[in-house]
């Protein structure tokens, strides 16, 4: 199954000065998968270290001379390494620290060698990290579940995958197309972005065996959390983790996870959540003004789950029929992908942040599903899982914030519309609708969007 970072890490590999690279994201994601298959048709060889498995080789790290280092290493694991011709992957880094700090000297004393790492709960790890960071001698690549295009080209083939990156609001999808592309969204929100679920399912088309997967997968996330100081936090994390599946979109109250623990306990779970990044929140921004997060207020937040298939099976989505998908909760799930999508399409290097807007007042309350920028404009995004449904919201927004563009998905058909400002009849503001299937699209089709015959 093809990932967009592919690309990233060809372009690394290129690269005259490569430093080594470090990847993050959240348990079964496919980190290990990616490096190998990929590393197997660009290198000679792969040398993997596996630190969970392989434990007796954490010595050899704590030297400071990479040659060495790497001459033990062939002899032990009898298999060269060359410069050039070998990747090194240095898997489940987290369980050897001294490896993440010998990753400044690969830098600085043998630059010609290819070097990843990878790592489950890696960003605990480096946020407990004893050891001085290789700070400006290693770069990230941030990989999430698979985006709805990678989900298309592995389950329905390359061809509709092409189409989908290809069409343009001049020419936008006929009917029957956008109604495949739809049905590809309804199967996406039920077997998600796990590569393993979605491998089976490409396979297959077994929904038992995507579930039984699904279960495991979710079992297996919630076996971490024994790995994270007392029993009572365990438990609490379990809740928490469970709450926030269950609440897709809706502003976290830490009264509403548990009544009987401390906030400030409630937090803690919440924070390792993040850290392992099997939750991403969604942050208030005032959207005054560029960058957004320079307006974030922390007090107010929402949260997205790591995968719209997991979340699903954690509220018990029973085996129904792909025509029958988007019925329960189809909003918050609509909010889900679109948030999901948002995040695996930002650049591999970039730690993505989603942000919403929020006014909460007496008989004025208003929010926008999510803000983002682009093009130095800062556009509101509404979702709706259907057809229709009020923008009152993101009216208020533009008028407020004094903008001029806006962003709706839905299951309708793209349109570039000019719309007159509902109280302020003299202004006119730009709103783009867009499908489902199209949110990783959104910054090709608003780059062309002021080039379409209308606009």
């Not at 400071?64 to 060269?80: T, V, W, Y």
């Not at 592995?154 to 609001?169: F, K, R």
Request: net charge neutral; aromatic share 8%; hydrophobic share 45%.
């Amino acid at each position: 199954m093809k990932r967009k970072a592919e690309h990233f890490l060809s372009e690394w590999r290129q690269q005259p000065v490569h430093k080594p690279l470090v990847l993050r994201g959240a348990r079964q994601v496919g980190k290990t998968y990616l490096v190998e298959n990929w590393g197997l048709q660009h290198f000679k060889s792969v040398l993997k270290v596996d630190f969970e498995r392989e434990r007796d080789l954490h010595s050899l790290f704590s030297q400071a001379e990479p040659k060495r280092l790497l001459e033990e290493l062939a002899l032990l694991k009898g298999q060269a390494v060359t410069p050039g011709e070998t990747l090194l992957f240095l898997d489940e880094i987290q369980a050897c620290p001294p490896a993440l700090a010998m990753l400044r000297y690969f830098h600085e004393l043998l630059p010609q060698l290819h070097v990843i790492a990878a790592g489950s709960l890696l960003d605990f790890a480096l946020r407990e990290f004893k050891y001085s960071m290789p700070v400006g001698r290693i770069e990230f690549l941030h990989l999430h579940p698979m985006s709805f295009e990678e989900f298309v080209a592995a389950t329905e083939g390359e061809a509709l995958a092409d189409y989908l990156v290809q069409w343009t609001l001049a020419q936008p999808p006929s009917e029957a197309m956008a109604n495949k592309l739809l049905d590809s969204v309804r199967r996406y929100f039920f077997v998600g972005g796990m590569p393993e679920a979605v491998r089976a399912y490409a396979e297959r088309k077994d929904l038992l065996e995507v579930q039984r997967i699904q279960t495991a997968l979710v079992e297996t996330v919630q076996a971490d959390f024994a790995k994270y100081g007392a029993r009572r936090l365990h438990e609490l994390m379990r809740k928490t983790y469970r709450h926030i599946a269950a609440n897709v979109g809706r502003k976290i109250k830490f009264v509403n996870i548990s009544r009987e623990e401390r906030s400030a306990d409630v937090r803690r779970a919440l924070e390792l959540l993040v850290l392992s990044r099997v939750v991403h929140p969604v942050m208030h921004t005032s959207a005054n003004g560029l960058p957004l997060g320079a307006e974030r207020d922390e007090r107010h937040f929402k949260a997205l789950f790591l995968d719209i298939g997991l979340a699903n099976r954690i509220c018990g989505l029973p085996l129904v029929g792909t025509e029958e998908l988007i019925t329960v909760n189809e909003g918050a799930l609509a909010e889900q992908f679109v948030g999901q999508q948002l995040l695996a399409a930002a650049p591999a290097f970039e730690d993505p942040q989603l942000y919403y807007w929020v006014r909460e007042a007496r008989n004025a309350n208003a929010e926008v599903d999510f803000v983002i920028s682009r093009h130095q404009d800062i556009l509101p995004v509404e979702v709706k899982a259907g057809k229709a449904g009020t923008l009152r919201s993101m009216f208020q927004f533009l008028h407020e914030k004094r903008r001029l563009r806006a962003l709706r998905f839905h299951t309708g058909s793209p349109a570039l519309e000019k719309v007159k400002l509902p109280g302020s009849e003299a202004t006119t503001v730009e709103l783009l609708s867009l499908p489902l299937y199209a949110v990783g699209q959104v910054d090709r089709l608003l780059a062309t969007s002021d080039k379409t015959p209308g606009a």
